[in-house]
């Protein structure tokens, strides 16, 4: 499909005459086109098209459908009849009263010519460009970052369910890439054995520990026949980049293991791969299960950032999508780059703890001078929560000497730098046994022959502190 040359639109006369007439106390698409008129040009697109062929539906008008449609939860047969049939529409899309709209098809083809052309950030891109030259986008002042989980076009499925859709799966593709090897390697049981989704519940209605037991033993000696054939010799070798296999592979491996009998054996517990790294479907090998409080679900999590300015509207200013799995505090680097990228780094940015660690609160001050606010992270060791004076921030810290004094007035006997277990500097401080054997405080300070305090280096431990003492204040919880 090609595109046409592109002009910029006005609302036709009589499409904008009725639609001021009918909505004569406003309107939210017609506040629209009034301030931004085409929000999209058909330019934008033009990449994602080719040079001949037949004049495809401008792209810039469906990409403004599509936002339509997103607003307002529209299939895309809806959103064609509205377009068909919504003067506020046509006044949007500065289309004429007799306009007879388009196929819906044309909208999940625009879409798929979108991700093809790896386009997906082009309409936030420009609806941001078209912010900007508004004034409704301010740089460094506040925003806020918060995520949410996003599910997977899948079915969520079980690890029994799981193995025989992969099988499933490796069978229907091969059953159109090589169909004629496949007549040859199939058994014949497996045509009655894979013809539908196995279901297990019903699988599991009567008898069930031993069915899935049996179920488990047979689905897995077929993935392993299968593969062994894929793997053969004789087996065209183009065969084992066949995308569906890898994915069989992949379920295979993280499913069974080889017993010393040379079969395989479900895995169970420990020996099941975490779910960071776990396939839960074989169609989008992507997705991963996870867990947030009482929301479990097989998907992605996306990170959205937007203004909270007082004099602004709230308008999104990154879009950031991780695995299910993702820690959100391992993305909040990337939303800064990316912001920078836009010239977008706020001043303030809001977050909850998830999105905290105080290497970010020192980095990002550093990086982006911008101030991360959210909760402080309290120390949660059991003399902190004990309450009775032997937390480490009663212990008095001399940087220059590198010496602590602890509560009973002694001071530390060894000052070691070390790195944690996630390889960030630290100190570890000890007081000596013999200071501590006779210590009235002893009970309350450690359980071990002699204390010893761990804390960050210099810059981060400052950090902490601060972070602790600001969030006590007023200002803090006006925020
Ligand atoms: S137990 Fe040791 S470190 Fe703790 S207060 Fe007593 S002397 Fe100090």
């Known amino acids: 499909m090609s595109l046409k040359d592109s002009h910029p639109r006005s609302v036709p006369e009589d499409t904008a ?111 941001l460009e078209r912010f900007r030259a508004q004034q ?33 799966h490796a069978l229907n593709v091969l059953a159109i890439a090589a169909p004629d090897w496949l007549v040859e390697h199939t058994q014949k049981e497996w045509v009655q054995r894979y013809a539908s989704h196995f279901d297990l519940q019903v699988e599991v209605a009567e008898g069930w520990q031993t069915r899935r037991e049996a179920l488990l033993v047979q689905v897995g000696a077929d993935g392993h026949q299968l593969l062994t054939d894929v793997l053969a010799q004789d087996a065209p070798p183009w065969l084992r980049e066949v995308p569906a296999i890898s994915v069989l592979w992949k379920v295979w491996l993280q499913n069974f293991t080889p017993t010393e009998a040379g079969r395989l054996r479900w895995r169970t517990g420990d020996e099941i791969p975490p779910s960071a790294d776990f396939v839960s479907s074989p169609y989008d090998v992507d997705a991963r299960y996870s867990k947030k409080r009482s929301t479990s679900w097989v998907g992605y999590k996306v990170h959205l950032t937007e203004m909270c300015d007082d004099d602004l509207p709230l308008l999104i200013t990154n879009v950031e999508t991780s695995p299910a799995t993702t820690q959100d505090v391992d993305v909040l680097e990337d939303v800064h780059d990316h912001l920078a990228a836009r010239v977008l780094l706020p001043e303030s940015h809001l977050v909850n703890l998830g999105y905290l660690s105080t290497g970010l609160l ?98 981060r431990h400052l950090a902490v502190l601060a972070w602790r003492s600001w969030a006590q204040t007023q200002e803090f919880a006006a925020l």
């Open 362 to 459: 020192v980095s990002e001050q550093k990086a982006h001078q911008l101030k991360l606010i959210g909760p402080a992270r309290s120390d949660e060791r059991w003399q902190a929560r004990a309450g009775k004076g032997c937390a480490a921030e009663h212990f008095k810290i001399d940087w220059e000497a590198q010496t602590l004094t602890c509560p009973a007035g002694q001071v530390s006997a060894s000052w070691t730098d070390a790195l944690d277990a996630r390889q960030r500097a630290v100190v570890k401080i000890k007081f000596s046994s013999t200071q501590c054997k006779n210590c009235a405080l002893k009970v309350d300070c450690t359980t071990a022959a002699r204390r010893t305090v761990t804390i960050q280096e210099k810059e």
């Open 17 to 127: 005459r009725i639609a001021k007439a009918i909505f004569n106390k406003g309107h939210r698409y017609l506040l629209l086109r009034d301030t931004f008129g085409d929000f999209f040009d058909s330019d934008d697109f033009r990449t994602l098209f080719h040079v001949e062929g037949r004049p495809a539906v401008d792209p810039a008008q469906l990409a403004l459908i599509t936002l339509v449609q997103f607003a307002e939860n529209l299939s895309d047969e809806r959103a064609a009849d509205a377009v068909r049939a919504r003067i506020d529409l046509k006044y949007l899309l500065a289309l004429p009263l007799d306009h007879p709209g388009f196929d819906a098809s044309v909208l999940s083809e625009f879409r798929t010519r979108l991700m093809n052309g790896h386009g997906e950030q082009l309409l936030f891109e420009r609806l």
């Open 136 to 168: 409704l986008l301010r740089a460094r002042g506040r925003q806020r970052t918060d995520s949410t989980h996003v599910l997977a076009a899948v079915r969520a499925l079980n690890r029994v369910s799981l193995v025989s859709e992969t099988f499933r």
